[in-house]
């Protein structure tokens, strides 16, 4: 693996953005499939809105799932972009923790949904815990790569927005 490149691939960058777009999609819309458990654990009319956003957060949980194991073989295979060196050290390990944080939920969230799916509980509630932790590393990660490109101005986000020739 190498960390000597000065971008992200087109490849990388695309799989970030569609990535990121289905957890934003998931995270709004996702509250359907716990409309649907309910009702039906309690024997109501699930409306077809809801029923087919239950279905959407199924298929885009897998989707994601699916795309995650494809950045992470790409990431493997051809290595991620230096990291800046600007800021201090505990800046550097936090960033480090984040991204690798990301990851973690990247796998477990739609793992844990799956097997609450087909299994039921606790897996639905520790499914459930995703959404809390995905926000506040959403709104950590954003404000950092924010930090970055206007007060660091050290090309951190150009990275993940323009492809490494």
Same mark, same amino acid.
């Given at each position: *693996? ?5 971008? +992200?691939? &087109? ?20 509250? &359907? /499939? ?15 809105? @809801? ?6 957060? +199924? ?7 699916? #795309?995650?194991? *494809?950045? #992470? $073989? ?10 800046? @060196?600007? $800021?201090?050290?505990? /800046? ?10 990301? +990851?973690?939920? %990247? ?6 949904? #799956?097997?609450?799916?087909? %299994? =039921?509980?606790?897996?639905? @509630?520790?499914? &459930? #815990? ?24 050290? =090309?951190?986000?150009?990275? /993940? /927005?323009?492809?490494?020739?």
């Amino acid at each position: *693996m190498s960390e000597n490149r000065l971008g +992200y691939s &087109s490849y990388q960058i695309a799989l970030h953005w569609c990535i990121a777009a289905l957890v934003l999609f998931q995270l709004f819309f996702g509250e &359907s /499939m716990t409309t649907v458990v309910d009702a039906t654990e309690e024997g109501h009319v699930v409306t077809g809105a @809801d029923q087919a956003l239950g279905s959407a957060h +199924y298929w885009v949980g897998l989707i994601i799932l699916v #795309l995650v194991l *494809m950045r #992470l $073989g790409l990431r493997f295979a051809s290595g991620a972009p230096v990291p800046a @060196d600007a $800021g201090p050290r505990w /800046m550097q390990a936090a960033a480090r923790a984040s991204h690798a944080l990301f +990851y973690v939920l %990247l796998l477990a969230t739609p793992i844990a949904g #799956l097997l609450a799916f087909y %299994l =039921g509980d606790p897996w639905g @509630d520790i499914h &459930s #815990l995703g959404k809390p932790a995905f926000i506040i590393l959403i709104v950590a990660h954003v404000t950092a790569a924010l930090y970055h490109h206007f007060w660091l101005r050290d =090309g951190t986000l150009k990275k /993940m /927005m323009v492809p490494a020739r």
